[in-house]
């Protein structure tokens, strides 16, 4: 998840950055969280790879959803100050959540691909998270 991102056009961007805006937003839905806004200064995204998102619901509560090549998933926004440490929550959250499935025992390929998937999406995620330069003010603000 951390090699050299292909190269896409600002078309191409705009296209992922808005679907996974839309596929964060569905997640929250599923989950009964209605979205009423985003907060475009403090969510981030590297393209094609992953996008954090901080989310408003209309509950007046904040949320960090995360989407892209990796699953939809979303924390409370109390569990991490900013989108690069909502990264690393996921991260040990996944990692957590593989080896408790580990644990439960009677793994069936199907569980055993997504255990196998959550602990590479994790690991991507940390390389992520200790690259100090994806993380300069400057660099990969959202446009939702």
């Known amino acids: 998840m951390t090699q050299q991102a292909p190269q896409?056009?600002?078309?191409?961007?705009?296209?992922?950055?808005?679907?996974?805006?839309?596929?964060a937003n569905k997640h929250l839905a599923e989950n009964g969280v209605v979205f009423e806004s985003v907060v475009?200064?403090?969510s981030r995204y590297l393209a094609p790879y992953v996008a954090v998102w901080k989310l408003k619901?209309?509950?007046?509560?904040f949320?960090?959803?995360i989407s892209g090549d990796v699953p939809c998933d979303f924390v409370a926004?109390?569990?991490a100050k900013?989108?690069?440490?909502?990264?690393?929550?996921?991260?040990?959250?996944?990692q957590l959540q593989a080896e408790?499935?580990?644990?439960?025992?009677?793994?069936?390929?199907?569980?055993?691909?997504?255990?196998?998937m959550l602990i590479s999406?994790?690991?991507?995620?940390?390389?992520?998270?200790?690259?100090?330069?994806l993380w300069k003010e400057a660099s990969n603000s959202a446009d939702a």
């Open 8 to 23: 896409m056009s600002q078309e191409q961007l705009s296209e992922w950055v808005r679907e996974q805006f839309q596929r």
């Open 40 to 42: 475009t200064e403090e």
């Open 57 to 61: 619901s209309t509950a007046q509560k």
């Open 63 to 65: 949320f960090w959803v």
């Open 77 to 79: 926004y109390e569990n």
């Open 82 to 94: 900013n989108a690069r440490e909502a990264i690393r929550h996921f991260s040990f959250n996944w």
């Open 100 to 116: 408790n499935l580990q644990k439960q025992g009677n793994v069936d390929q199907t569980k055993s691909d997504f255990i196998e």
């Open 121 to 133: 999406r994790a690991e991507g995620l940390y390389d992520i998270y200790n690259r100090e330069d």
